[in-house]
C-alpha cells in the first residue's frame, strides 16, 4: 500500500512545486521581466573607480530642497539627491512652472559637478503628483484596494508617473505597501488593503505602473516600496507619545511577519522596484532602519533585491541619541541613501569620518553606491544624448481630462455599497427635489484627504480642476431636478431625497493617530435631521478607514464607503445616479465597535460587521 502511494505523492509534490514556481516566480503572461539592475554594473564599477570618497558620501546624501543652505551645495557636497517632503514647495509658489522651474535649477547644479552625476529627485506621489496644484488626484489606496483591479492599479500609477514627469521629477516615493491591522493608524489609508494576497498584487502592478516596462522611458519614474517592514503593525501604545501607532514597535514573531508584511515586497522585488524605504517603525525593539537581518540578510540577501535603501525622514536620528552611532548603525545595517532633510552638513561629515575611522567599511560604501548608480544608468540619467531637463511638451496632458477620466473610474470602482435598502439607490435623475448635506459634500479638500498639496492636506478648494460631490450631482441631474444644500441637514422638508456626505477630514500619518473612530457628532446630526423629514437617506463616508457606524447605519436607506476619493467627485455621481453599477468589494474587513481592533487580535472570534470582500450592488 504505502510503496504504491509514494510515487504519485512524489509526483503531486512536483507539480505543486512546478505550479509555484509559475506562479510565484516567472511574470504573469504578458508581463515582460524588467531588466535586472545589476545588469548595469559593468557601467557602475567603471565609474565607481573614478570616485574619490567624498564623491561617494555625497551620493548617499538627500537633503529636502527646502532646507538647502544654498543650491551650491548640491555641487560642494556632491549631492546625489534631493526630496520635497510634504510642505517643501518651491519658493516661487505651486504650480507647474515654478516645480519644474525647480526641478531644473537644481539638477542644473548636478551638472558643474566633476562627474555630472545628475540627481535624483524625489516626492510623495502618493495618489498622483498630489503636490502640485492642477494635478489629478487619484483615491487613496485604501480605495484602489476595493477596485481590486490590477490593470487600472497599473493605469493610475502610470498617469501618475506621466505627471510627475511633466515636473521632470523623477523618482515617487510610492508604493506604499503597508499591511495596516490596526485602523486607529493614521496611515491606513496609505494601504490598498488589510490582507497581504492584495497588497502583494496590487503593489506590483503600481510599481509596473511608475517605472514602465522600461525604467529609461522618459515617462517613467524609479518607484518606492515603503514602509520596510511591518509598518502597518505596530502595538497600540507602543509608539513615543503623543503618537499611539505610528513609528511604535511591531511586536510578531518572525513567521507572522512575512506572511502579513513581506508579501508586498516579494512582488514588488519581483517587478523590479529600484528603491526600498524602511519604515519608522521597530520589529520586537529594533528600529527597521538599524536592523542588519531586516535590511541586508533578508531583503538583499534572501530576496535578491538589487536597487537601493533610502531611510525616511530623519528617521536614522532615532535609532539612539549619538547621531554619529545613528549613522554607523544604519549604514552598516545596509541602508544606502540617507533622508537627511536639514543636517545634511554633518551627516557628510560624520561618515566621512566613520569611514576614514574604519567604523563603516569601504566595502559598504561602494555597495551602497553602486546600488544607486545603478538605478541612475538604468532610468537613462547618464546617457550624455539625453536632456537631463524637464520636457515641458508633457505639460499638455497634466490634469488632463483624459488623466482625469481615469481617476473617476477609479472613484466609481473603488465605492462600496454597505447597504441599499427601499430601493434607495440608484437615485432618478428626474427626482423632484434632492437636498444634499453633511460638512463632505462640497469640499474638495476633505474628499482628497492626507498629502494633497499639504503634508496634512486641507479642507476647503485645495487645488483647482476637482469637482466636489455635491457639484458632480447638480451637474449629473435632470434640469427639472432641484438640488439644494443644507450642511447641517435642517431644512429637507418636503425634499424627495437625501444625500448626506460625512466622515473625516484631512490628517497625515501619526497626526491621524486616534484612539476613537466614532462619527463626530454633527455628522450624526446630519444624519438624523434628514431623516427627520421623512425621506429616503443615502449616507456616503468619506474616511481613511473604516469607521464605527452603528449610529447611523440604521437611519440609512444606502450606505457607500467611498474612502478618500481625490478631485474626481463624478464617479461618485456616477454610481449615485446608476450609470454605473457598484462594483467595489471592501479592502478591510468593517468593525462592529472599537473592542474588534486591531483585527486578527487572535482572543476573540472574529465577527465584522462586513467581512474582507463585502460589496453590495444593484
Ligand atoms: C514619511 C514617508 C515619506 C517621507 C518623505 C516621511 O515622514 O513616512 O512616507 O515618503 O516622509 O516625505
Ligand atoms: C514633512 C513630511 C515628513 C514629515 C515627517 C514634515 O515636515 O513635510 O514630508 O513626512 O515632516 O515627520
Known amino acids: 500500500m504505502m510503496k504504491c502511494c509514494f510515487p504519485l ?54 537633503p529636502d530642497q527646502s532646507f538647502l543652505k544654498d543650491p551650491a551645495d548640491i555641487e560642494n557636497y556632491f549631492l546625489g539627491s534631493v526630496l520635497s517632503g510634504g510642505n517643501s514647495d518651491p519658493k516661487a509658489g505651486n504650480s507647474l512652472q515654478a516645480w519644474t522651474d525647480l526641478y531644473d535649477q537644481l539638477q542644473a547644479h548636478s ?129 513615543k507619545r503623543p503618537n499611539l501607532l505610528d513609528q511604535g514597535d511591531t511586536r510578531v514573531d518572525e513567521a507572522t511577519l512575512r506572511r502579513i508584511h513581506l508579501p508586498g515586497y516579494l512582488s514588488t522585488v519581483r517587478a523590479g522596484v529600484g528603491s526600498i524605504m524602511p519604515s519608522y517603525s521597530s520589529w520586537n525593539g529594533v528600529k527597521c532602519s538599524a536592523d542588519k ?125 454597505l447597504k441599499n435598502e427601499h430601493h434607495a439607490l440608484p437615485i432618478s435623475k428626474h427626482t423632484g427635489r434632492l437636498v444634499v448635506a453633511g460638512k463632505n459634500a462640497d469640499d474638495l479638500g476633505n474628499q482628497c484627504g492626507g498629502w494633497t498639496i499639504d503634508w496634512q492636506g486641507k479642507s476647503g478648494d485645495v487645488t483647482p480642476g476637482g469637482t466636489t460631490i455635491l457639484a458632480a450631482i447638480r451637474h449629473a441631474v435632470s434640469p427639472s431636478t432641484q438640488v439644494t444644500f443644507s450642511k447641517d441637514g435642517a431644512a429637507a422638508a418636503g425634499a424627495d431625497l437625501g444625500v448626506v456626505v460625512i466622515g473625516e477630514k484631512p490628517y497625515a500619518e501619526f497626526m491621524g493617530d486616534r484612539a476613537d473612530l466614532a462619527l463626530a457628532p454633527e455628522d450624526v446630526a446630519a444624519v438624523k435631521n434628514l431623516k427627520a423629514a421623512g425621506i429616503p437617506v443615502v449616507v456616503i463616508l468619506i474616511s481613511g478607514r473604516p469607521m464605527i457606524i452603528n449610529d447611523v447605519l440604521d437611519e440609512a436607506d444606502a450606505f457607500i464607503a467611498a474612502w478618500l476619493p481625490g478631485t474626481e467627485g463624478e464617479g461618485v455621481a456616477d454610481v449615485l445616479f446608476g450609470d454605473y453599477k457598484p462594483i467595489g468589494k471592501l479592502s478591510h474587513s468593517w468593525p462592529r465597535s472599537m473592542a474588534q481592533i486591531p483585527i486578527n487580535r487572535g482572543d476573540h472570534p472574529y465577527d465584522p460587521l462586513f467581512k474582507l470582500g463585502f460589496g453590495l450592488s444593484y
Open 9 to 62: 505523492r512524489r509526483r503531486t509534490l512536483l507539480a505543486v512545486i512546478l505550479l509555484l514556481v509559475v506562479f510565484l516566480v516567472l511574470p504573469p503572461a504578458g508581463v515582460a521581466a524588467p531588466r535586472p539592475l545589476a545588469s548595469f554594473d559593468p557601467q557602475v564599477k567603471a565609474l565607481l573607480t573614478r570616485m574619490t570618497l567624498e564623491e561617494k558620501i555625497g551620493q548617499m546624501t538627500q
Open 293 to 417: 537581518y531586516l535590511l541586508t540578510d533578508l531583503l538583499k540577501r534572501q530576496l535578491g533585491f538589487q536597487g537601493f535603501l533610502i531611510s525616511d525622514y530623519n528617521a536614522i536620528d532615532q535609532i539612539t541619541n549619538d547621531y554619529r552611532k545613528c549613522i554607523e548603525i544604519s549604514i552598516n545595517a545596509g541602508m544606502d541613501m540617507v533622508m537627511v532633510p536639514d543636517h545634511y552638513r554633518e551627516f557628510f561629515t560624520d561618515l566621512r569620518d566613520l569611514v576614514n575611522d574604519g567604523k563603516v567599511p569601504m566595502a559598504r560604501i561602494d555597495d551602497a553606491v553602486t546600488r544607486i548608480l545603478r538605478v541612475k544608468f538604468a532610468l537613462g540619467l547618464m546617457d550624455t544624448n539625453r536632456s537631463l531637463f524637464a520636457d515641458r511638451g508633457l505639460w499638455a496632458s497634466f490634469g488632463s481630462p483624459a488623466h482625469r477620466a481615469v481617476a473617476r473610474r477609479a472613484v466609481r470602482e473603488s465605492l462600496v455599497l
Open 111 to 239: 551638472q558643474k559637478t566633476r562627474l555630472r552625476i545628475p540627481l535624483l529627485y524625489g516626492v510623495d506621489a502618493v495618489h498622483g503628483h498630489n503636490n502640485v496644484l492642477g494635478a489629478v488626484v487619484f483615491p487613496h489606496n485604501i480605495g484602489l484596494g476595493c477596485t481590486r483591479d490590477a490593470a487600472l492599479v497599473e493605469e493610475v500609477a502610470r498617469i501618475t508617473a506621466e505627471e510627475v514627469r511633466a515636473t521632470g521629477i523623477n523618482w515617487a516615493f510610492a508604493p506604499c505597501v503597508t499591511v495596516p491591522q490596526d485602523e486607529r493608524w493614521g496611515r491606513t489609508y496609505e494601504g490598498f488593503s488589510e490582507d497581504p494576497r492584495l497588497v502583494r498584487r496590487l503593489g506590483a502592478a503600481a510599481v509596473r505602473g511608475f517605472q514602465g516596462g522600461d525604467l529609461a522611458d522618459p515617462l517613467s519614474v524609479l518607484a518606492c516600496a515603503k514602509h520596510y517592514l511591518g509598518d502597518g503593525g505596530t502595538a497600540f501604545g507602543s509608539a
